[in-house]
């Protein structure tokens, strides 16, 4: 049966009609898609029923596809702001960790100046107690031993040198703090100067600490002065042996890594004592900051440690909280070379002599003490007071002279200027120097020369004995 034209044109008028308020463009769209099943419908290829259907089968359609289009952009619009969120968060924690690198940096910068201001008034305190300090160490350590054994005055003089080497121990101390005690710095590895000290620390510890050292075989090279890294393991110790005062455990860790895109060693000391609070934490660097008590620290012990570690050009860094341990870590640069051997120190050192020693100091005190000294053990003493008195008194002396004793700050001419002449008139004469502290005449800040002799003050007879006659024996 045929649609008559009427029928369909009801029918497309019907499917049509908009079922609400539509606009006019979507009515022809539809129009023009109904066109379709109309002309199929008047050729008679389609009934009046599948012409309705058709048509709205692709509303239907027209209808999934704007949802579909709907929902895309949602979620197109969803993904954008999904990662504007994201990138936003990054960027906040960029800024806050940009932030948090500048504050970090600030306060190191901050604390090290605090330090360094210190230090060059410890330094200068340290020096001018170094003269005092070589007059009544020296002279109660001379009459000490001069005293017949049975004296009852012996024991009260050697409370006063027992005083006397505790001074020269805190000026000592204070020096290294202030990067005023001279170094010898030699190429060496770490692992080996933990070793070295290795047994004497595990005695240090006690029985209800265990000592755990982890050193790493491929340790890079680093250029330090055995000595003060020797003070600086000692001091850690000590450290932390007092923070585990119901034992625990140290480790001790050599490893190689980069700081501020620079090879470095680190040495690591991790303990599992009391650790510290956040206000513990800002001061231990400074000098004669202790929680310890009276008679039981100094607060000189991370002082010389960070002393240390500056003029070895390195940083130390500690991370700490109250229960739950201290870590402190150590970057030394690395460097290229050999080993050095580090010679043992030799406890059975000679003294005595029968050469000539030309002593130059302009501290009238120091200088007598030096001459009693040395003519006490066989030498044979000349003194003078400044460089150009020395220059002439060595003019007029024929004999050898064979050590020239210089303190290294003196009125008018410094004591290398005073060795460099003295040598033209005396090329094989040894010299040796002696100073409060070091100065940058003999040393490049702070590290000797090679083969200067240096004796720093305060010494006791002996020492200044032994060191002359090292000066004469070396090759
Ligand atoms: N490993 C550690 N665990 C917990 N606290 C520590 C540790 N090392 C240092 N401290 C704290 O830092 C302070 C300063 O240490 P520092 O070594 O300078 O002085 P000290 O040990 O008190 O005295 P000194 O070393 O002169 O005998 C200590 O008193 C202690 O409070
Ligand atoms: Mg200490």
């Given at each position: 049966m045929s649609l008559r034209d009427e029928d369909l044109r009801a029918a497309h008028r019907a499917s049509a009609a908009p079922a609400g308020p539509c606009p006019e463009s979507e009515t022809l769209v539809r129009a023009a898609e109904g066109r379709l099943a109309e002309v199929f419908g008047q050729w008679g290829f389609m009934s009046g029923q599948d012409v309705a259907s058709v048509e709205g089968l692709l509303d239907a359609r027209r209808r999934e596809a704007r949802l579909f289009a709907v929902a895309l952009?949602?979620?197109?619009?969803?993904?954008?702001?999904?990662?504007?969120?994201?990138?936003?968060?990054?960027?906040?924690a960029r800024t806050r960790q940009t932030e948090e690198a500048l504050r970090q940096s600030q306060e190191r910068y901050m604390q090290a100046q605090k330090l360094e201001s210190i230090g060059r008034l410890a330094g200068g305190v340290a020096h001018d107690f170094n003269n005092l300090l070589t007059v009544i160490n020296g002279y109660?350590?001379?009459?000490?031993?001069?005293?017949?054994?049975?004296?009852?005055?012996?024991?009260?003089?050697?409370?006063?040198?027992k005083a006397g080497a505790r001074a020269a121990d805190l000026t000592h101390q204070l020096l290294t703090f202030g990067r005023k005690q001279v170094g010898r710095p030699v190429v060496v590895n770490l692992n080996s100067l933990v070793r070295d000290a290795e047994k004497m620390l595990g005695r240090l510890m006690g029985e209800d600490i265990q000592l755990i050292t982890e050193l790493d075989p491929s340790?890079?090279?680093?250029?330090?002065?055995?000595?003060?890294?020797?003070?600086?393991?000692?001091?850690?110790?000590?450290?932390?042996?007092?923070?585990?005062?119901?034992?625990?455990?140290?480790?001790?860790?050599?490893?190689?890594?980069?700081?501020?895109?620079?090879?470095?060693?680190?040495?690591?000391?991790?303990?599992?004592?009391?650790?510290?609070?956040?206000?513990?934490?800002?001061?231990?660097?400074?000098?004669?900051?202790?929680?310890?008590?009276?008679?039981?620290?100094?607060?000189l012990g991370l002082a010389t440690v960070y002393g240390i570690v500056q003029q070895s050009q390195g940083r130390i860094d500690v991370a700490s909280q109250p229960g739950k341990g201290t870590t402190f870590r150590i970057f030394l640069p690395r460097v290229e070379g050999e080993a050095a051997e580090v010679p043992a120190v030799s406890s059975a050192r000679r003294t005595q002599g029968s050469e000539t020693i030309l002593v130059v100091e302009d501290q009238e005190e120091v200088r007598e003490f030096l001459v009693k000294a040395l003519t006490e053990r066989g030498y044979r003493v000349l003194q003078a007071s400044d460089g150009p008195k020395a220059l002439e008194l060595s003019r007029?002396?024929?004999?050898?002279?064979?050590?020239?004793?210089?303190?290294?700050?003196?009125?008018g001419m410094n004591g290398r200027e005073l060795a460099d002449q003295f040598r033209t008139?005396?090329?094989t004469v040894r010299v040796l120097y002696t100073s409060g502290y070091t100065q940058d005449?003999?040393?490049?800040?702070?590290?000797?020369?090679r083969d200067v002799a240096y004796i720093s003050k305060p010494y006791t007879a002996d020492e200044i004995a032994a060191k002359v006659r090292e000066a004469i024996d070396r090759v």
């Open positions: 952009v949602f979620a197109l619009l969803f993904l954008a702001a999904c990662w504007q969120t994201a990138r936003l968060i990054r960027e906040r109660s350590d001379l009459v000490f031993h001069d005293l017949p054994e049975q004296s009852p005055l012996r024991q009260q003089i050697d409370q006063v040198r340790l890079g090279l680093v250029m330090v002065d055995p000595g003060h890294i020797h003070q600086v393991l000692m001091n850690l110790a000590v450290n932390a042996r007092d923070a585990m005062p119901q034992g625990g455990a140290l480790v001790i860790e050599t490893a190689n890594t980069e700081l501020d895109r620079r090879e470095v060693v680190q040495l690591t000391f991790r303990d599992t004592g009391a650790g510290m609070d956040e206000s513990t934490l800002k001061n231990i660097f400074e000098p004669f900051f202790t929680t310890k008590g009276p008679n039981k620290g100094t607060g007029g002396h024929t004999a050898a002279i064979h050590v020239l004793l210089t303190d290294v700050i003196l009125p008139a005396h090329p005449v003999i040393a490049d800040r702070g590290v000797l020369h």
